[in-house]
Every structure is written in structure tokens, then in C-alpha cells.
């Protein structure tokens, strides 16, 4: 069997067998609200549209390849003089590999930012942020194939036993979920700023097993997250961040940072804003044999033109998979439209 094929095979196999792990974006910084509930309505507007797409694999699996969208909105509603409550609601949908192993998410969030310190152009606060919602799992049992099923001279024989010899019962289910988050964010001027937040992913380790007769309960997600943005010169900053998500036996670290062009006037106002970000990203994750290695690379850009980012980024695997991915891994497509008003209180958080 040529390793592409073989690899086809444990990708599905594994898609199945790991359905505690979450979706994920190399661009975390723009999908704030699968992030952190803590950043709903985080921004220096009133109202944000955010969407994503990921296509992961193409290589290798085709027009079976790992695709994740989301759309998202949320706001900032005024409070008192200086604090700030957040709304917002997120809709994600994940398929992957050749049985359509699906998952849908439709969710709700609520922050609420305190300010602790600050003066004119300065401010510190801390956010607390919830969320909850339903998702769906779902399965086509009908194209899964089974090691049973190879007929020992490296071919597929898809009248050997196949899954109805197992407990699954059920090819699709409901489940609720939550999560709470924590961030403090320092704002020193307009071009400064640094946050440092965290979040506890289902909360209630709701239950996925594909039969009813078993049990298989999602493992909680850690995420500790944080980054800023620092000017090394005019019109030029440097804006780093890092993730660090723990689920289950699953261990994943995003880091690196971009360089910031400002070619408007505009700042905080998103009156004549524009700006185009270069980045450079590494992944790592954990392997349970080898412990932590690289598995890529990102390049990323960004554009900010008043009210409009759009996001471009693509992975580039350096993984043990790369023999047959060619080093291919994810592109990602990021799009955030955010409708500002006036602004009457200024610079009040970093610009995610």
C-alpha cells in the first residue's frame, strides 16, 4: 500500500477515534470569540462581524481535506463611565475526512470589563466572560473503512465485517456545552498595549460517544493566551502573541510575532487606518511517544483599512507527515468588519 493511501487510512481512523479534540485557527487572534468568551466586545467600536475559514490537508486528502468555518458577532454595550458589557454569538462548523465526521456549534457569550486604573490615555482592566450553547456530531458510518476490512495483499474488500460488528448505535448527537475566561489587558498609548487571559473549555465534559451503550466524555480545554503590541519606531510595532491549549493527553503551543506597518494617520478613531502586518508563527504539539515536537510553520499577513481586516495565513508542515503532505498544510481566510460610530471614550483596548 503507498504511504499516501496509508496515511489516508490512519487520518480517518484517527478522525473518529479523537472527537475531544476542538477546532482550531492559526490566525487565533482573529477569531477572538472562540478564543476567549472573555473577548466578546472587546474593541475600540460598537458592533463586530467576524468570519474564518480553514482548509487543512488538500494534499493528501483531497476534496476530503479538514475544512472549518465561523462566523461570529458581537458588541459593546456602555457602562457607567468607564466599563464596558459584551454580547455576541458564534456558529462554527468543522468537517472532516471521507465519512464526513461533522461537528456544529452555535453559542452565546457575555463579558463584562472593568476598568481598575488608568487615566487619560492609559487604562487597565480586568474582563470576565461565559458562554454556552448546543453542538452537533454526526458521522456517515457507510463510508468508514476498517482495518478488518484490508484482504492481506494490500487491496480493500468492503464485504469484509465492517462497523455494524462494533457498539456503534447512534450517527449523530446533541450535546450542551460552556466555558468561562478570565483577561487583563494594559493600554499605555495608542501604539502600546499588552493582554494575558485565559479559559476553561467545557465546563460540563459533556458526553460523546457515537453509541449509547458507552460512554466517552470530552476532556476540558486549558487555554492560556497573550500578546501585545509594542512600537519599535514610527509607523513600525511589533505584535507578538502566544497560545498554549491543554486537552486531555493533547498539547498545543502557537507563538511568534508580526511586524506592523502603519500607512494611515488614523489610530484608534479607525479614521484613515490602514496598516499591513508580515508574520512569522511556529506550532508545537505533543506526540505521545516523542514528546513535544515542531509540527509547522506559519506565514501570515493582515490587512487594517479603516473599519475592514482581512487575514491571509498558511501552514507549512514540518511534521513526520511531511513525506506526504509535501510540506502542504492549511490555508486560512480570515474577514473582520467592525462598525464603529462615534467614540466618545477614545482608546479603551488593544485593537484584536
Request: hydrophobic letters at 35%; one cysteine or more; proline letters at 3%.
Amino acid at each position: 500500500m503507498k504511504f499516501k493511501h496509508l496515511l489516508l487510512v490512519l487520518l480517518l481512523g484517527t478522525g473518529v477515534a479523537a472527537t475531544a479534540q476542538d477546532i482550531h485557527f492559526s490566525q487565533f487572534y482573529l477569531s477572538p470569540t472562540n478564543l476567549n468568551p472573555a473577548m466578546t466586545g472587546l474593541m475600540n467600536c460598537n458592533i463586530r462581524l467576524t468570519a474564518n475559514y480553514r482548509n487543512q490537508w488538500s494534499s493528501v486528502l483531497k476534496s476530503n481535506a479538514y475544512s472549518t468555518y465561523n462566523v461570529s458577532y458581537d458588541q459593546k454595550i456602555p457602562v457607567g463611565r468607564y466599563d464596558n458589557f459584551g454580547i455576541g454569538g458564534t456558529f462554527w462548523g468543522d468537517q472532516a475526512g471521507e465519512a464526513n465526521f461533522a461537528t456544529t456549534t452555535g453559542k452565546i457569550s457575555a463579558s463584562y470589563s472593568k476598568r481598575m486604573a488608568g487615566s487619560r490615555k492609559e487604562a487597565h482592566y480586568l474582563v470576565v466572560g461565559a458562554e454556552a450553547g448546543l453542538s452537533q456530531r454526526s458521522l456517515n458510518f457507510d463510508l468508514l473503512k476498517w482495518g478488518t476490512q484490508h484482504d492481506g495483499f494490500g487491496g480493500y474488500d468492503g464485504d469484509l465485517p465492517n462497523y455494524e460488528d462494533t457498539n456503534f448505535d447512534q450517527d449523530q448527537f446533541l450535546f450542551a456545552d460552556a466555558s468561562a475566561g478570565l483577561l487583563w489587558f494594559s493600554v499605555f498609548d495608542e501604539s502600546n498595549n499588552f493582554y494575558v487571559g485565559g479559559a476553561y473549555h467545557h465546563l460540563n465534559r459533556a458526553d460523546q460517544s457515537f453509541s449509547k451503550r458507552e460512554n466517552d466524555y470530552l476532556y476540558s480545554r486549558f487555554t492560556v493566551h497573550a500578546g501585545g503590541e509594542f512600537e519599535v519606531a514610527p509607523r513600525l510595532g511589533l505584535v507578538p502573541g502566544v497560545i498554549v491549549m491543554k486537552q486531555g493527553p493533547s498539547f498545543q503551543v502557537n507563538s511568534g510575532t508580526s511586524l506592523k506597518f502603519m500607512l494611515g494617520s488614523g489610530r484608534g478613531n479607525f479614521s484613515n487606518y490602514h496598516a499591513v502586518h508580515f508574520g512569522l508563527w511556529t506550532r508545537v504539539s505533543n506526540k505521545e511517544e516523542k514528546g513535544i515536537l515542531m509540527d509547522a510553520m506559519i506565514l501570515s499577513t493582515r490587512f487594517d483599512y479603516n473599519e475592514f481586516t482581512l487575514g491571509f495565513s498558511y501552514d507549512i508542515n514540518v511534521s513526520e507527515l511531511r513525506p506526504a503532505s509535501n510540506n502542504n498544510g492549511a490555508f486560512e481566510f480570515a474577514l473582520v468588519y467592525k462598525f464603529c460610530g462615534d467614540q466618545r471614550r477614545g482608546v479603551y483596548c488593544p485593537n484584536f
